[in-house]
């Protein structure tokens, strides 16, 4: 009797913990939604050698390098380079028959859709140096999953125009105002080169117009060290005029056309202009300048920001001077850059009466 008294009690407790673990598996699953999460990577490569091919290959990369967790499964991953078809097109046809594929830093933006269990927004990284905790500590930092992703690259040879991974930037969004449009501005930048021959260069002209605009927008993009909260962004450069310095030194005036959330709304009846200020005596401007460096516009998500950031500005003057330099040395070595030598470190700008 006492052995039947024994077994009945070991029954009796299996079966309640049967049901436990029913409940608690119940429960969990509840708990598993849908979410989305927007991530954008900087990489060292070759863009124009990538086919839609390429780029799906790289979607299985980013989901072996994240790797799979207990709480949280990544079911799709698209990679959004929706830049104009058009302008795309255009840029191609004017490359040069001798232009050989160069490499220099581009950035694509992946849209993740992942299942999670106890997600509250947390984004898809641990924190590396971000300005928050995140929830589930067993997701990789930005850093491991780079290392990772370059891994693969080399141990699969993939060589479709991607040579390694700079930098992730977890990103989140931000609150959205009214866009201001129609914003203007001057810009003032001190060359050396040969003025005489850019200016009877209607595709080198084009083409520095086309630099000056994307030396802002790429820098002022979501990234891991700035957000702006303004959300400004350069719709057009324009060349107006030129005060020659020397034989080979030459100042050239540019019209700005941008737009902006939140510029005109200063108390005292002033507005914000296009550069941002550092925010205090150490911030000496973004060094790293792993942005991207094509020619056509890059579609970034509307109102987002790295969640790493911790540096709530735009871009200055200090800045844009480096993208611009980069950009323009990457446009030598493209064929389409032969005249500018070299860009001061200093200009200046001014806001035109709105």
């Avoid at 799906?56 to 709480?71: H, M």
């Avoid at 700079?166 to 001057?186: I, P, Y």
């Avoid at 790429?218 to 700035?226: E, G, H, R, V």
């Amino acid at each position: 009797m006492c052995f039947i008294n024994q077994t009945f009690r070991l029954i009796f407790i299996a079966s309640f913990a049967f049901v436990d673990f029913t409940i608690a598996k119940t429960l969990r699953s509840l708990q598993e939604t849908q979410h989305t999460a927007r991530v954008s990577l900087n990489f060292f490569g070759a863009p124009d050698l990538l086919s839609e091919e390429d780029i799906n290959e790289l979607s299985n990369v980013f989901k072996e390098a994240y790797g799979t967790y207990e709480d949280l499964t990544i079911q799709d991953v698209h990679i959004d380079d929706s830049t104009a078809s058009r302008r795309r097109l255009l840029l191609n046809n004017e490359r040069r028959l001798d232009d050989a594929p160069l490499q220099f830093d581009f950035t694509f933006f992946f849209l993740i859709n992942f299942q999670c269990n106890g997600c509250n927004n947390d984004g898809l990284y641990q924190n590396d140096g971000s300005r928050r905790r995140l929830a589930a500590d067993k997701r990789p930092k930005r850093s491991t999953f780079t290392k990772r992703f370059n891994k693969l690259l080399r141990r699969q040879g993939l060589d479709f125009g991607v040579s390694s991974l700079n930098l992730v930037s977890d990103l989140e969004t931000e609150q959205c105002m009214k866009k201001e449009a129609d914003l203007s501005e001057k810009i003032e930048i001190k060359f050396k080169g040969n003025y005489d021959a850019l200016i009877n260069d209607r595709r080198e002209m084009a083409s520095l117009e086309r630099a000056v605009k994307k030396s802002y927008n790429t820098m002022n993009a979501p990234n891991p060290s700035t957000c702006d909260l303004l959300f400004r962004k350069v719709v057009s450069a324009r060349y107006r005029s030129v005060t020659i310095i020397s034989e080979d030194t030459f100042i050239m005036i540019f019209s700005i056309q941008y737009d902006c959330q939140g510029c005109r709304t200063l108390s005292n009846g002033e507005r914000r202009g296009l550069f941002g200020r550092p925010v205090d005596e150490f911030d000496n401007g973004r060094e790293d300048l792993n942005v991207d460096l094509r020619e056509v516009d890059l579609k970034e998500p509307t109102c987002v920001c790295g969640r790493e950031a911790d540096l709530y500005r735009g871009t200055t003057r200090t800045e844009y001077i480096r993208a611009l330099r980069k950009i323009l040395d990457v446009r030598s070595d493209q064929g389409k850059n032969s005249y500018i030598t070299g860009v001061s470190r200093t200009f200046s700008s001014s806001m035109a009466s709105s």
